[in-house]
């Protein structure tokens, strides 16, 4: 349980309780990394990812819109791509704007998965932008991990393939642009 508080900011740990008790299986399927962001003055450890069922959208209408929140920002660990993008997709659609959310969609953002990203895009572009440049300079180190995966997979995925060719059409670098765009922080 402990490592499942840590995921998320300390004055939610009676809605991480929550979600978790309705999760199929407890929370024992997880892999064994975590992903460390500092966010708000505080540390939080996204789990690198999560090995659970998915629970019935009946069980989900009954949490509270934070729980709601929780439980769409673990599923977009999910082992399964399709699974992080619905959830991902649901998120996008209910979340709030705090800079713990936004720590989970960039997280997805740092992926190889291009349909997931194309999705992060317009949602990053409209984001509060005081979250954007609090996020940025909260954890510069965090930052400078994600352009660096972002980079890579575009090297490796899309770099030489027909339709994305330049750094201006990789959408990884869309989001880097828009987050940076109103703070002070420049590349580390």
């Known amino acids: 349980m402990n490592r499942w508080l840590t995921a998320f900011p300390k004055r939610y740990k009676q809605d991480v309780r929550g979600v978790k008790a309705c999760l199929p299986f407890g929370w024992t399927r997880l892999s064994p990394g975590t992903i460390k962001v500092k966010i708000e003055h505080e540390h939080i450890q996204i ?3 999560v090995y659970v069922s998915e629970i019935d959208s009946e ?5 509270t819109s934070t729980q709601q929140t929780i439980l769409y920002c673990l599923y977009t660990r999910h082992h399964d791509g399709h699974v992080r993008e619905h959830y991902l997709q649901q998120l996008l659609k209910n979340h709030s704007h705090d800079g713990w959310v936004l720590a989970y969609i960039i ?4 992926e190889y998965v291009r349909e997931i990203v194309d999705i992060i895009v317009p949602a990053i572009e409209q984001w509060d932008p005081e979250v954007k440049r ?13 352009e660096d995966r972002m980079i890579s997979y575009w090297n490796a995925y899309y770099r030489s393939s027909g339709e994305r060719r330049s750094e201006a ?4 670098f869309q989001i880097i642009k828009s987050l940076r765009e109103d703070t002070s922080v420049e590349e580390v």
Do not use: C, N, Q, T
């Open 107 to 110: 997280e997805l953002a740092s």
């Open 47 to 49: 789990p690198m990812r």
């Open 59 to 63: 069980r989900i209408k009954k949490l």
């Open 134 to 146: 609090r996020f940025v300079e909260d954890d510069p180190a965090y930052m400078k991990r994600i």
């Open 169 to 172: 059409d990789y959408p990884g």
